[in-house]
């Protein structure tokens, strides 16, 4: 397998183990605010989903480079989610973080 379909395909894993992640965690959210049981059970299962895409990313690439990926997409779109649909308030710094998150993941990436 060439290098570069091995990239995409580590990419792809970690974007959907992020995609998971982040809507496990919007039930999560939901449950603590609702405490519907069913709500923490599905965002459980979807976590150990996302999970196990994260899992398979590292046969495609390194655990370094795996997590810091995933941590960071993680944060940054939970962040959006937050203020777009829980309506919580970014501060001047957690924008900057923000900012520095997406050039830390273009820099891991270069």
Request: proline content about 0%; hydrophobic content about 65%.
């Amino acid at each position: 397998m060439s290098a570069l379909i091995a990239k995409y395909i580590f990419l792809l894993l970690i974007t959907l183990a992020v995609a998971l992640e982040v809507f496990s965690d919007v039930l999560f959210k939901k449950w603590a605010i609702e405490n519907r049981s069913y709500l923490l059970v599905l965002g459980l299962v979807i976590y150990m989903i996302g999970t196990t895409f994260w899992a398979y990313s590292l046969r495609y690439g390194h655990l370094s480079k795996a997590i810091s990926i995933f941590a960071v997409l993680n944060l940054i779109i939970l962040v959006l989610v937050g203020v777009l649909f829980f309506k919580e308030d970014l501060s001047v710094i957690n924008k900057v973080g923000i900012a520095l998150g997406v050039i830390s993941v273009i820099l891991i990436e270069i």
